[in-house]
């Protein structure tokens, strides 16, 4: 008798070790609570698909909408600091900013709040300002750019083909003119604008591209104004890296009354602003870091330090394809996505492109991190071999871009 209910108190333990073992698995994230610092909101279209992507992350991975403490158009300025540290002071355990400019505020965050992680996307100082709780990411959306420049060369050949490009959109040179909305000339936008134009380059060789900025990441009528002066230059095609839809809606707008020219847009797809005009949009997907992340935190693991992903895990794509879209397109970008995954489409092929006439053969990538506006260094960091068997190799070494060489064939107007 003894021995059977010693048997049937053993089972009984079996099961409730059983049940709280599923409540514990159920239940990995449920204190688990994050903060989201963003630059702007769901009009601003960078922002907008950080927004998906965290949602999307934490729907995947049952973290409920009360465990995010969001923080909308947070300014790149001390409030960044202040709204760092309520979330941090109302329990959050991990903080997300999403803006260039928040990163030293977030430094100064982390600093202050040791146990916190904090994430500043699109930063280059967690690799070596030497806090354990400071951590950069960004994609590699400079492959998505390159297969937006494959689809805008599609359309640049379509147009050649059938006599469209008028007298005013070539050069000289006989160089067929595109143009590019660039927010700032820093190296996010010198990569990105480099790739897309070596998208387009190889499918139509003899091209120039002029670039102009608007010095704001976000302005609806800066980036219009800098499209319809592009296209007054002769530009056909327009292609961006700022956050509206100013670009695309100026062409749209042109492209009625006449003007031969088409866009390519940048986050999110252009078609409900641009429908004729709008032949893709290079796009980041959000979802694939916030689940990595969020899943770290959840399993008591590390963040990564610099994160960087692109085609090989969906982190990057490009947008729905536009009805002006020429034939052949999707074909086309298939090819080159494959290729980009199997390595043997390298973005930054240094035989593709020159500086001054040469092709580069070395280039010296400095990770120090140098206060511009005093000439002061702020982190010491360590120096790479950034060309790597022919090709430039482009976030390696850290998550944000810093390939910044002016190549041949682009011109920078401002």
């Known amino acids: 008798m003894k021995k059977v209910i010693a048997i049937l108190l053993m089972l009984t333990m079996v099961f409730s070790f059983a049940a709280c073992g599923g409540d514990d698995a159920d239940n990995a994230g449920s204190d688990l609570k994050i903060g989201v610092i963003l630059v702007g909101d769901e009009n601003e279209g960078y922002t907008y698909a950080h927004m998906e992507g965290i949602k999307t992350a934490a729907k995947n991975l049952g973290i409920a909408d009360d465990q995010i403490i969001w923080k909308y158009s947070v300014a790149e300025d001390e409030s960044c600091f202040d709204a760092a540290a309520d979330l941090a002071d109302a329990g959050c355990t991990a903080i997300f900013s999403n803006s260039y400019g928040h990163q030293s505020y977030m430094v100064q965050a982390a600093e202050e709040y040791p146990d916190v992680q904090f994430v500043s996307m699109t930063g280059d100082t967690a690799a070596v300002c030497g806090l354990d709780n400071m ?32 007298a005013t959109g070539i050069d000289a040179d006989g160089n067929y003119k595109i143009g590019y909305v660039g927010a700032y000339p820093y190296a996010e936008v010198v990569s990105g604008y480099t790739a897309f134009y070596l ?139 494959a290729a980009i995954k199997d390595g043997s489409l390298q973005v930054f092929d240094a035989s593709k492109w020159t500086v001054d006439g040469k092709n580069l053969t070395t280039y010296t990538f400095d990770s120090t991190i140098i206060d511009f506006s005093t000439g002061n260094v702020v982190y010491e960091g360590q120096k790479y071999e950034a060309i790597v068997d022919g090709a430039f190799v482009e976030s390696n070494f850290r998550s944000a871009p810093y390939f910044d060489v002016r190549i041949d064939g682009i011109t920078e107007l401002n």
């Open 135 to 166: 951590h950069n990411a960004f994609t590699k959306v400079y492959e998505s750019r390159y297969v937006s420049g494959i689809v805008a060369g599609m359309k640049l050949a379509e147009l050649i083909e059938n006599n469209e490009v008028p």
């Open 199 to 337: 998208g387009i380059k190889s499918v139509v060789e003899n091209v120039a591209m002029e670039v102009t900025y608007t010095n704001s990441w976000f302005d609806i009528a800066a980036e219009g104004t800098a499209a319809e002066s592009l296209m007054a230059d002769g530009c056909v095609i327009i292609g961006q890296h700022a956050d509206s839809t100013g670009a695309p809606a100026a062409v749209q707008a042109a492209q009625e009354k006449g003007t031969v020219a088409y866009s390519v847009g940048y986050n999110v797809d252009m078609l409900s602003v641009a429908p004729q005009a709008a032949l893709t949009s290079a796009t980041n997907n959000w979802a694939v870091y916030y689940e990595e992340a969020f899943k770290a935190l959840m399993d008591g693991e590390d963040l990564a330090v610099d994160w960087s992903e692109g085609y090989e895990t969906g982190a990057v794509a490009i947008t729905e394809l536009g009805e002006s879209c020429a034939e052949g397109t999707q074909e086309a970008v298939d090819e080159a996505i």
